[in-house]
């Protein structure tokens, strides 16, 4: 499957972004999903993760209870909603997929397919 990921910019500390990532090429509701971030001089990190079939998320700490991952099959389309962003969530944002599922969700070498990454920048 192909990714694109898309709707990065600049905001300001305490507002909000949505990241669309449109796929491509196989379909898309069987897919594992998840978003993951970098920032500058440091590793790619795990952000969220939506479950095919049940469409359980996953969230990591830093981002519980601000980001809402979601899915439109319909549209193949992989979404990310940040609300409450702060200067420490500015980095480069990468969608990714991978056709099973498993517990190993938050690892970024389990993913196969990944988005070209969409820059959020979060000034204070």
């Known amino acids: 499957v192909q990714l694109q990921a898309s709707g990065g910019g600049l905001v300001q500390a305490g507002g909000s972004l949505r990241l669309s990532c449109a796929a491509s090429g196989r379909p898309f509701s069987n897919y594992a999903m998840a978003w993951f971030r970098q920032a500058p001089g440091k590793e790619r990190d795990f952000a969220a993760a939506?479950?095919?079939?049940?469409?359980?998320?996953y969230y990591a700490d830093s981002v519980k209870g601000r980001f809402t991952v979601s899915r439109d099959s319909a549209k193949n389309t992989l979404y990310l909603q940040m609300n409450s962003l702060k200067p420490e969530d500015t980095a480069v944002y990468y969608c990714?997929?991978?056709?099973?599922?498993?517990?190993?969700?938050?690892?970024?070498?389990?993913?196969?397919?990944w988005g070209q990454g969409t820059q959020v920048t979060v000034s204070s």
């Open positions: 990714a997929a991978r056709g099973y599922w498993s517990v190993r969700y938050s690892e970024t070498n389990t993913y196969n397919s």
């Open positions: 939506i479950r095919p079939g049940s469409g359980a998320k």
